[in-house]
């Protein structure tokens, strides 16, 4: 109540920083220092008129207030902030004008009423840390990713969120992914290019998240993931290489493979399991890999030899590989031989049916 009051007599808000009733050179050099504007837990619906020049100010609290929106002319001016926080208030929207903030490190919208983020958030190049949990959010911008090359940190927990974009995985400098409690129906491809991400939390999206990409298991430096209280049944194979993974948490899946046993006996034997299963299948790919180079290349298909060999065939069925009457000729009076480039011995030549015309002397 102290800082409250201590606020409301300068003016309504805190400047560290910034002195009262000291010279005017002093007063000067202290406008050119940076400067952190605290105006959080005021109870403001708007925001008063500020007379410091805002082009100085690093850091803004606009935190734990009743704040419906922020001006756009105000964001326009910040030019040099570099946190922003506006959590814990009533905001629908961002100001479009937040793309000014070329500077912006940390930007902070949790526990709002937003519902989309504004498209013009991709200009702010220098985001590292973005945190909008607790929203109305259903989708984030498409190519929020394709800009946004030095984000660290991407917390978007408790929304409405179905997708997230393609263009995360372009997010190379991410660390740390917090999706849960959204409606999340799949992760994005090319998952596997976040080389850097060490935390990975999708848990909580209950029954609409029921499969996990295979790139999963491609994360090298992922140390915690947890995927409890969703849908799946069946982790990807590849998860057995994740050899850095400290911290996994898979509870309320109804999963069949691995067994939620083998989960509970700890990672070494999941990741035991996993890597048996995917050297497993790779085996058995392997040797079904075989048949269709046995149909492929079977003598009876004198695909390589017959230049007039019909290209149609029908998906799964060997008997279209064998012999077409269409490369075969009439000789007199109707009668079928085979072609007379073909040797003697010719698969064709011995399965054509016998001639019946005379002798050619």
């Not at 519902?115 to 911008?141: D, G, S, V, Y």
């Not at 939620?260 to 058995?284: C, F, I, P, S, W």
């Not at 009076?333 to 698969?347: D, H």
């Amino acid at each position: 109540m102290r800082d409250m009051g201590e606020k409301r007599r300068h003016g309504g808000h805190h400047v560290h920083g910034v002195g009262f009733g000291v010279g005017h050179a002093e007063h000067d050099e202290k406008h050119r220092e940076p400067k952190k504007l605290d105006m959080s837990g005021m109870s403001m619906d708007t925001i008063p008129h500020l007379s410091m020049p805002l082009g100085n100010i690093t850091t803004l609290d606009l935190s734990n207030n009743n704040l419906q929106s922020i001006p756009e002319s105000i964001i326009a001016r910040l030019l040099n902030v570099v946190v922003l926080d506006v959590r814990s208030n009533q905001l629908k929207s961002l100001p479009n004008s937040i793309g000014c903030l070329s500077k912006l490190k940390v930007l902070n919208v949790s526990g709002n009423l937003i519902q989309e983020l504004p498209a013009t958030i991709e200009e702010c190049r220098a985001l590292e840390e973005l945190n909008a949990n607790f929203n109305q959010l259903t989708k984030l911008p498409d190519t929020l990713g394709f800009e946004l090359h030095g984000l660290r940190r991407l917390s978007v927990n408790s929304n409405k969120i179905a997708y997230l974009p393609s263009s995360t995985s372009h997010m190379m400098a991410l660390r740390s992914l917090d999706a849960r409690l959204n409606c999340l129906r799949e992760l994005p491809d090319g998952l596997e290019n976040l080389g850097n991400l060490e935390a990975l939390n999708v848990s909580q999206n209950f029954q609409y998240l029921r499969d996990l990409p295979y790139g999963i298991g491609l994360l090298v430096s992922l140390r915690e993931l947890d995927v409890s209280y969703n849908a799946i049944t069946a982790l990807p194979d590849s998860m057995g290489c994740l050899t850095k993974l400290a911290r996994f948490s898979a509870a309320g899946n109804p999963l069949v493979c691995p067994p939620m046993d083998v989960v509970e006996q700890g990672l070494d034997t999941m990741r035991a399991y996993l890597t048996a299963r995917m050297n497993g299948a790779g085996k058995e790919r392997k040797k079904k890999g075989w048949v269709p180079k046995l149909i492929k290349y079977s003598t009876f298909s004198a695909g390589m030899m017959t230049p007039g060999r019909a290209t149609n065939k029908v998906h799964g069925n060997a008997a279209t590989e064998g012999l077409l009457m269409s490369d075969y000729r009439s000789l007199d009076g109707g009668a079928v031989a085979s072609p007379g480039f073909l040797s003697m011995l010719s698969p064709r030549r011995l399965f054509s049916p016998r001639r019946n015309s005379p002798k050619h002397h």
